[in-house]
């Protein structure tokens, strides 16, 4: 800051109608003058006719320069602190009255929570932050979000977990994800009175698909008979599945991951139905096989990774989408369900619609759609900012 008070960045016409549309990020082709603002900087938003469109957190690497707070024009470091915490507040209370047969959710989820570019999930008595930019990776700002979650949750084991991509797109210095307070990073935890464990400094992601709590509680409405779950993961539908259905696979690609599988699945046991049967295959090849063997199942849940992280893969993303969905739907029996999933952005809920209503014709099955869902309500979508409605869950019933 100059003089105590925030630099200003001047930004275009483009810009300026995207902020005043909701959207919350300024790109950096929008930025007509930022001469000398440091990295991570709190700045004043000016856009044209030298009108002031409010404050933002600044990163001096990233294609995303400008992340706005809001149109009031903070002044100070203190200021900031104090809508930062207010803030933080706010995104606890609204999991306070939302998230129930729950001790996990998503506590902070970035632009959703006005607190863009932080993460904080909570596991039982386990939580996790994650800085997704160069603001709140200054130590003091860091620290105060700590103590800030320590005094609204009472939390005491904190670890801060890292992505190596986005620390690199950031130009933050390379770090492994670490144990900022307390003395324990694994944890149990329970959703929709299923349990698994959670090893915050091991795993792929910081969410563990706490996304997808609802949408497993859903599909308890519909399975039934013999269920098929490919892109298990650590066994998220696949232990939903087990206290209903009569006999459930699971597939996944990672044997890391089927381990810990079978770990919740022992955790679970006197719960279940039926035991689940574990198999480490590639989705695409294991689908052709059980496609070709003739293989039937009454519900089939495809939940795979994102296929396309950017409109660039798109097309790739809607024929790998398009065959998975193309087998399963000859693989259900009459009356079966199908639920499909998608977590890229980047694939649109028309698109998803256009690729299923071409697999229900190349299967010659009549679908109809018995649910529209997206992610738990934890992972809120905050309107004019489209990148928070991520993911796509439809449940079908095939004729």
Request: one cysteine or more.
């Amino acid at each position: 800051m100059a003089n105590g008070f925030p630099q200003k960045v001047i930004v275009n016409d483009r810009a300026a109608k995207r902020l005043r549309q909701g959207h919350v990020w300024v790109y950096a082709s929008d930025v007509l003058n930022d001469a000398g603002t440091h990295s991570g900087a709190l700045v004043h938003v000016i856009g044209p006719r030298d009108k002031a469109l409010g404050s933002a957190i600044y990163s001096s690497s990233s294609q995303i320069k400008l992340r706005l707070l809001g149109s009031s024009l903070l002044t100070s470091e203190d200021g900031l602190l104090d809508l930062t915490r207010q803030r933080l507040a706010d995104a606890i209370q609204y999991r306070r009255a939302l998230v129930s047969d729950s001790d996990a959710c998503r506590l902070v989820f970035s632009e959703a929570d006005r607190i863009p570019g932080l993460m904080i999930d909570r596991y039982n008595d386990v939580y996790t932050l994650q800085v997704l930019t160069q603001a709140w990776d200054r130590p003091e700002r860091k620290q105060a979000i700590i103590e800030a979650l320590k005094k609204l949750t009472g939390a005491e084991h904190i670890v801060e977990r890292t992505d190596d991509r986005i620390r690199e797109l950031e130009q933050l210095p390379a770090m492994e994800s670490t144990l900022v307070s307390g003395g324990k990073s694994s944890t149990i935890f329970t959703m929709n009175k299923v349990r698994f464990h959670y090893d915050a400094l091991g795993g792929q992601k910081t969410g563990a698909f706490l996304d997808q709590r609802e949408n497993y509680a859903a599909t308890l409405q519909y399975a039934h008979g013999e269920a098929l779950d490919v892109c298990t993961y650590q066994g998220g539908f696949a232990l939903h599945l087990a206290r209903v259905c009569e006999k459930v696979t699971a597939v996944d690609i990672s044997r890391e991951m089927l381990e810990v599988a079978e770990q919740n699945e022992k955790l679970n046991a006197a719960a279940n139905k039926s035991e689940i049967e574990w198999i480490e295959g590639n989705a695409f090849d294991l689908m052709k096989d059980y496609s070709s063997a003739g293989k039937l199942y009454d519900v089939i849940v495809l939940d795979p990774p994102a296929f396309a992280k950017s409109k660039k893969q798109l097309e790739s993303a809607m024929r790998g989408y398009k065959e998975l969905n193309l087998r399963a739907l000859k693989m259900l029996r009459p009356g079966g369900i199908l639920v499909t999933c998608s977590c890229s952005f980047a694939v649109g809920e028309e698109d998803f619609l256009v690729m299923l209503t071409e697999a229900a014709q190349d299967a010659h099955r009549s679908v109809r759609i018995l649910e529209k869902r997206a992610q738990s309500k934890d992972h809120p979508i905050l309107l004019g900012v489209p990148e928070t409605f991520y993911l796509k869950c439809f449940v079908l019933s095939a004729a």
